[in-house]
């Protein structure tokens, strides 16, 4: 399978730990998004990359939350000092950014829980 | 970026067809219109995609009219596995050197019964 792929699929941490995601994207996509999703809301838009360079981050993403994409392929997002409020779904996305339409496909995201 | 409106629910029964209408009443002239669906806990599965009058795949239709304030997404002969939030969103299209993040709403959840 060549779809967006993300690990771990779960994790429960305590309050106060810093936790790390990552995505892998479809392999040909210079684009990747991440997103996050709460109980009964749409995703949120948190960060895009363009190849390794982060070119947009949402106010949503504090100075706890930390994104890279080192070599414009797979990206990992670090949360630190977790808090309650961070227990969510965090969904990765990735693109071919070129002429036509932006199509996002997303991975199976990340449930994040903190206790 | 455009906002989109849907309904928040519909209910449907198994083998018949069921229509979403999206509205994007401030669409913009390079804003393509997508549609995602998402099963709990999973992330959203993309459907089909398109910019104007009429597209079909294997999964859905999308009638666009020619003003394109407004989509409907088209699911022939629904299963109970159609079950799910179904999303209509606009975006960037051919700036593609702005970005294209999505901005989703609640969606629609749709409930097909037996």
């Known amino acids: 399978d060549t779809g967006v792929s993300q690990d771990p699929r779960h994790k429960i941490t305590k309050r106060g730990q810093n936790v790390t995601f990552r995505c892998d994207p479809i392999s040909e996509h210079n684009r990747l998004y991440w997103y996050r999703q709460t109980l009964g809301q749409g995703p949120e838009f948190l960060t895009y990359?363009?190849?390794?360079?982060?070119?947009?981050k949402s106010r949503l993403l504090s100075d706890r939350f930390s994104a890279e994409r080192p070599k414009g392929s797979f990206s990992t997002l670090e949360i630190q000092r977790t808090e309650q409020g961070d227990s969510a779904m965090y969904l990765c996305?990735?693109?071919?950014?070129?002429?036509?339409?932006?199509?996002?496909?997303f991975g199976p995201g990340t449930r994040l829980t903190v206790l | 970026l455009a906002k989109t409106t849907q309904p928040i629910s519909m209910d449907s029964y198994e083998g018949q067809e069921v229509n979403i209408t999206c509205s994007h009443n401030?669409?913009?002239?390079?804003?393509?219109i997508t549609w995602y669906q998402q099963f709990p806990s999973q992330g959203p599965r993309f459907i089909i995609q398109?910019?104007?009058t009429k597209v079909t795949n294997e999964v859905a239709s999308l009638f666009i009219p020619a003003d394109r304030k407004s989509s409907t997404l088209s699911l022939p002969r629904v299963s109970l596995s159609d079950t799910a939030v179904y999303y209509c969103?606009?975006?960037?299209?051919?700036?593609?050197?702005?970005?294209?993040?999505?901005?989703f709403g609640q969606g629609t959840e749709l409930s097909v019964k037996p």
């Open positions: 398109g910019y104007k």
């Open positions: 990359f363009q190849n390794e360079a982060q070119l947009e």
């Open positions: 401030n669409i913009a002239t390079n804003d393509y």
């Open positions: 996305a990735s693109s071919f950014a070129g002429p036509g339409a932006d199509t996002q496909y």
């Open positions: 969103l606009v975006g960037d299209g051919p700036l593609y050197n702005q970005g294209g993040k999505l901005i």
